[in-house]
């Protein structure tokens, strides 16, 4: 895909910060290599140095750093840490890609607008934790994943882009995963996509494309 830039336009700097798998990093990864995002992944950093992401990382010639968590006596400490490990690679957008760690409000302000987030629900529904679990409590028909921008509210930031799934009689929490992370796979690149190419910023607690409120139609899978 040939991306039409804006003159002048620098190429995108991302640290990923991830605690797992980094299936997430992995797409972000191949989207910079493809050209369907205008920038590079110059840093991934976990909080767990079992992460498979940090292998996915060394792999691509990436950076990767561990910063264990409980090396750190309060969330603060942690997190001063954190920024300057981040702050060094000076990036334009830190990316959330499955790290298990709340941030603290200082931290998110230090990066407002160029920090965001994917999780696996349909915001506002099912904010925080277990959330395949709880989409099949409720007997739920769709679910899905949504890409934020990170604010001081818990997976509360505006909303950037949607995905969703049909959640089937025999779907079990597994199978949901799976079908959710397809679905992350497609929206977090696109999402990243934008914001590369400059048309995707947060203004005044709402997040724009092309200076325009975003119209949240869901895409789906299906």
Same mark, same amino acid.
């Given at each position: 895909m040939?991306?039409?830039?804006?003159? *002048? =336009?620098?190429?995108?700097?991302?640290?990923?910060?991830?605690?797992?798998?980094?299936s997430n990093l992995q797409a972000i990864i191949d989207a910079c290599h493809d050209g369907q995002i205008f920038g590079d992944v110059v840093a991934v950093i976990s909080n767990q140095s079992s992460a498979y992401g940090l292998n996915r990382a060394t792999d691509a010639g990436i950076e990767a750093v561990t910063l264990p968590h409980?090396?750190?006596?309060?969330? %603060?400490? @942690?997190?001063? #840490?954190?920024? $300057?490990?981040?702050?060094?690679?000076?990036?334009?957008l830190i990316v959330l890609a499955g790290f298990m760690r709340i941030l603290t409000a200082d931290t998110v302000r230090q990066y407002r607008g160029r920090i965001i987030n994917i999780h696996?629900?349909?915001? &506002? =529904? @099912?904010?925080? =934790?277990?959330?395949?679990?709880?989409? =099949?409590?409720? $007997? %739920?028909?769709?679910?899905? #994943?949504?890409?934020?921008?990170?604010?001081?509210?818990?997976d509360g930031g505006p909303i950037i882009l949607q995905g969703r799934v049909k959640v089937l009689d025999n779907d079990s929490k597994e199978t949901l995963a #799976? *079908?959710?992370?397809?679905?992350?796979?497609?929206? @977090? &690149? *696109? #999402?990243?996509?934008?914001?590369?190419t400059g048309r995707l910023q947060m203004k005044e607690d709402a997040a724009l494309l092309d200076d325009k409120p975003i119209d949240l139609r869901i895409e789906s899978s299906d």
């Open positions: 040939v991306l039409s830039l804006p003159e *002048k =336009l620098q190429r995108c700097r991302m640290v990923v910060l991830i605690s797992g798998n980094g409980k090396d750190f006596p309060t969330r %603060a400490d @942690y997190d001063g #840490a954190l920024s $300057q490990h981040i702050n060094q690679f000076e990036p334009d696996p629900s349909i915001l &506002p =529904l @099912y904010p925080g =934790l277990n959330t395949h679990e709880r989409v =099949l409590e409720d $007997q %739920a028909s769709i679910h899905g #994943a949504t890409v934020h921008f990170v604010t001081e509210a818990l #799976a *079908k959710v992370h397809i679905v992350e796979h497609q929206i @977090y &690149p *696109k #999402a990243i996509a934008w914001f590369s």
